[in-house]
């Protein structure tokens, strides 16, 4: 069975400190995996898509990374707007098109 | 990228009535998938909707409760049936793009309260 766990649950950041939220995986074959963003009564904005070890991405102050167990999504500078629920999804092998999704971390960046 | 519209945004309905949630696309997708989010969890997928055919639904989930319509290309629908306080939940439409880069893109949800 797919698993993800996030971590931390919830992170408070001061505007400008940065880190990072952790997102790791078990799968029997990793197709992808997918980082969102939601805000609170909104559905999830898709951030990234990570497909292999190794792999990075950036948008912004965001950039995220893959390892075979885990992921990274690392925050830069963070910018009070930046504060929301970072979901981490994988995308089996065998599940077709199914995500599995964590439970998210709550970001909270302070002015 | 894809716009995807949901209909109602939220609702508040009475115990044992039933909530048709509604899903436009702004371009052609092969699979649609319905999705559930309760208070304070993260998401967890009902069902998937491929035109053409019947759904597919994850345990615990069945066509009864939460009966899928997929007539087109572009639109699905969702029914919560026979409501419980219980099904209090977000539900979200969501599709997958790939051009390449797989990309799978949600709607705004639909907030349903059961009273």
């Known amino acids: 069975e797919d698993q993800v766990t996030q971590s931390p649950e919830a992170l408070r950041l001061q505007e400008g400190e940065s880190s990072s939220l952790n997102c790791s995986y078990t799968v029997s074959g990793l197709r992808g995996l997918f980082w969102y963003r939601q805000d609170p009564g909104k559905g999830p904005e898709f951030l990234f898509t990570l497909y292999s070890a190794g792999e990075e991405k950036e948008k912004e102050r965001l950039k995220a990374t893959l390892t075979k167990k885990e992921s990274f999504l690392h925050i830069t500078a963070p910018k009070p707007e930046d504060s929301a629920t970072y979901l981490c999804a994988v995308q089996a092998d065998t599940s077709g098109s199914r995500l599995t999704f964590g439970e998210g971390t709550q970001l909270t960046v302070n002015p | 990228s894809a716009v995807i519209s949901q209909k109602p945004s939220r609702d508040i309905c009475q115990r044992g009535t039933s909530l048709t949630i509604q899903c436009q696309v702004d371009s052609q997708v092969t699979m649609m998938f319905w999705y559930r989010q309760q208070p304070g969890q993260s998401l967890t997928l009902i069902a998937t909707?491929?035109?053409?055919?019947?759904?597919?639904?994850e345990s615990g989930f069945v066509i009864d409760k939460f009966p899928i319509s997929r007539p087109n290309l572009t639109f699905s629908t969702l029914t919560v049936s026979n409501m419980s306080p219980e099904d209090s939940s977000i539900y979200l439409c969501?599709?997958?793009?790939?051009?390449?880069?797989?990309?799978?893109?949600f709607g705004q949800g639909t907030r349903l309260t059961v009273v």
């Open positions: 969501s599709v997958d793009l790939q051009h390449g880069d797989t990309e799978a893109f």
């Open positions: 909707a491929n035109q053409g055919s019947e759904a597919t639904y």
